[in-house]
C-alpha cells in the first residue's frame, strides 16, 4: 500500500493553530448558551463539534494539496467533508431533539451544533469573513432574540395562531 508522506511534527504552523484555535473558542462560545440553559449539549459538545470540523478540513485541504502536487488527486473530492460532517450533525441532532407532552425540546441545540459545525469547517478553510459573519450573526440570534422572544412570550393565547412551539427556556 502506498501512503502519503507523514506531516512532521516540527511542521505546525501559525495559520493551523489559528484555524484551529478560533474554531475551539468560538465552538465553546456558541454552547455557553445552551450550557447556560442546562440543555443537553453545551459548551464541551459544541466546542469539540467546531474543533473536529476544523480539525477534519484542514486535514482534507492539506491531504488533497498534497496529493494533488502529487499527481494523484484526480479521485478525490474535497467537498464530500460537508456530507460527513452533515451526516453526522444530523445523527446526534436527532439524538438530541425530543417531542414530550405535545412539545419539540433541544431543537435549537440541534441547530446550534449544526452551525458550530459549519463555523468549525469555515475556520478550517481559513475562510475568515465568513468565520466572522457567522460568529457574530449566530450570537446575535441566540442571544438577542431569545430576549426579544421572552419579552413578547405569553402575548398569545394557548391554542392561538401565533402561539410558539416549544419555547425554550
Known amino acids: 500500500m502506498i501512503l502519503n ?7 505546525i ?3 493551523i ?15 455557553l448558551d445552551r450550557e447556560v440553559r442546562g440543555r443537553a449539549a453545551g459548551v464541551r459538545t459544541h466546542g469539540l463539534v467546531c474543533f473536529a470540523a476544523a480539525a477534519m478540513t484542514v486535514s482534507t485541504l492539506s491531504l488533497y494539496l498534497q496529493l494533488a502536487a502529487d499527481g494523484g488527486a484526480q479521485r478525490m473530492d474535497p467537498l464530500r467533508i460537508f456530507e460527513a460532517t452533515g451526516a453526522f450533525i444530523g445523527i446526534v441532532g436527532a439524538g438530541l431533539i425530543v417531542f414530550s407532552k405535545g412539545r419539540v425540546h433541544n431543537l435549537t441545540t440541534a441547530a446550534n451544533l ?17 468565520v466572522a459573519v457567522c460568529a457574530i450573526v449566530s450570537l446575535v440570534m441566540i442571544t438577542v432574540v431569545r430576549l426579544a422572544e421572552k419579552k413578547f412570550e405569553g402575548r398569545h393565547e394557548p391554542g392561538s395562531p401565533g402561539e410558539r412551539e416549544a419555547p425554550e427556556p
Open 5 to 11: 508522506a507523514p506531516s512532521p511534527l516540527i511542521g
Open 17 to 31: 493553530l489559528l484555524r484551529l484555535g478560533v474554531a475551539a473558542v468560538l465552538g465553546l462560545l456558541l454552547g
Open 114 to 130: 449544526w452551525l458550530a459545525a459549519v463555523i468549525g469547517i469555515a475556520c478550517g478553510a481559513g475562510q475568515w469573513p465568513l
Open 13 to 15: 504552523e501559525p495559520e
